[in-house]
């Protein structure tokens, strides 16, 4: 699927909504093409992801040069003193059972002390305008079901979709965000035309109210229980609330049986509804997904 003649509105949308948001973080983001940039990148994907040097480089610098030489994306993004703070690395893919060319965004990660000021956004809205410049209208990746961050990020403020469940994606991995505990993941999609994603990229973001929500029949599947214990609730509703913990990247750290129940908890409440083509249709910012049965819902309007 390609833009039927170079749709120079939208493009020239996506780069001022790139540009505002950089401006807005304080960074500069360019493409990596040297191998100064390139090692730049791979060192801090490893220091984000506390990764060892005994596990091996999350992508090598000679790896990102090869991904951005095929034509896939490897950015970075520089304060205004020149260090490196965000980066990005994404693949070109092709889906082949709709001869869909894509871009699969593989990492993308901001330095500790950055995190929090519209940096990650930043690097997103750059990447949306980097793919459509080149006839790119979807962008997928997969994230953690739990990290209440990348999930508000991902569906409220990119507007992104969810297209399914992957159980334990990537098998065991060794670094210090995903070690001991099964990588179960979502896969975003994000349709970089859709008016859902144009609308959030000037700031409109479709926010559920879980109150009314109830008060029209949607019944709660998962919820945050005392001690932060994960707490299921057997339902069949058409529509259904799911709640995640406020930070299960410090709950892993704390307390590793809790994070483990809630590994269990989000796999049996997601996946077979997901698989069944039930769908999230929203999040609120407090954590709540808001999942609806094939059939039984209608879009969430914009605010
Ligand atoms: C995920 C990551 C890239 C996001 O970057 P960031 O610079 O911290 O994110 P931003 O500051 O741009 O925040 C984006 C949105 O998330 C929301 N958000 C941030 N923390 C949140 C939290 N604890 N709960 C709910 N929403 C949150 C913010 O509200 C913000 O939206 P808004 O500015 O419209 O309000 C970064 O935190 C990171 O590198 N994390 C570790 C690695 C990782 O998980 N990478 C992603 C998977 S590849």
């Known amino acids: 699927m390609s833009l039927p003649e170079p749709d120079t509105d939208l493009r020239q949308e996506a780069a001022d909504t790139a540009t505002r948001a950089a401006a807005s973080a304080g960074?500069?983001?360019?493409?990596?093409?040297?191998?100064?940039?390139?090692?730049?990148?791979?060192?801090?994907?490893?220091?984000v992801w506390g990764r060892d040097g005994a596990a091996g480089a999350i992508l090598a610098p000679e790896a990102l040069l090869a991904i951005a030489h095929a034509g896939g994306q490897v950015s970075v993004a520089r304060a205004a003193d020149g260090t490196v703070v965000a980066a990005t690395a994404a693949v070109l893919g092709r889906d082949h059972t709709i001869g869909q060319v894509f871009l699969h965004s593989h990492v993308t990660g901001v330095v500790a002390d950055a995190v929090g000021r519209g940096i990650g956004k930043a690097m997103k809205w750059y990447q949306r305008s980097w793919a459509l410049e080149r006839d790119i209208e979807q962008v997928r990746w997969t994230f953690d079901?739990?990290?209440?961050?990348?999930?508000?990020?991902?569906?409220?403020?990119?507007?992104?979709?969810?297209?399914?469940y992957l159980v334990d994606r990537y098998g065991p991995m060794a670094d210090a965000r995903n070690r001991g505990l099964p990588t179960d993941r979502l896969e975003a999609r994000w349709d970089l035309t859709a008016p859902r994603v144009r609308a959030a990229a000037g700031g409109r973001v479709a926010t559920p109210d879980p109150d009314a929500l109830r008060s029209a029949g949607a019944e709660v599947a998962l919820d945050v229980g005392a001690d932060e214990q994960p707490?299921?609730?057997?339902?069949?509703?058409?529509?259904?609330?799911?709640?995640?913990?406020?930070?299960?990247?410090?709950?892993?750290?704390?307390?590793?049986?809790?994070?483990?129940?809630?590994?269990?908890?989000?796999?049996?409440?997601?996946?077979?509804?997901?698989?069944?083509?039930?769908?999230?249709?929203?999040?609120?910012?407090?954590?709540?997904?808001?999942?609806?049965?094939?059939?039984?819902?209608?879009?969430?309007?914009?605010?």
């Open 231 to 303: 707490v299921r609730h057997d339902t069949s509703a058409p529509r259904r609330l799911v709640r995640i913990p406020a930070d299960i990247e410090s709950l892993r750290e704390r307390d590793h049986a809790t994070a483990a129940a809630w590994g269990e908890a989000i796999r049996v409440t997601l996946q077979p509804a997901l698989d069944a083509g039930a769908r999230i249709t929203g999040v609120t910012r407090d954590g709540w997904y808001v999942l609806a049965e094939r059939g039984g819902v209608t879009e969430l309007a914009h605010r």
């Open 27 to 47: 960074i500069e983001v360019t493409d990596a093409r040297d191998p100064e940039a390139a090692r730049a990148a791979s060192v801090l994907f490893d220091t």
């Open 145 to 164: 079901p739990l990290v209440r961050r990348n999930v508000v990020l991902n569906l409220a403020v990119l507007a992104s979709g969810v297209s399914g």
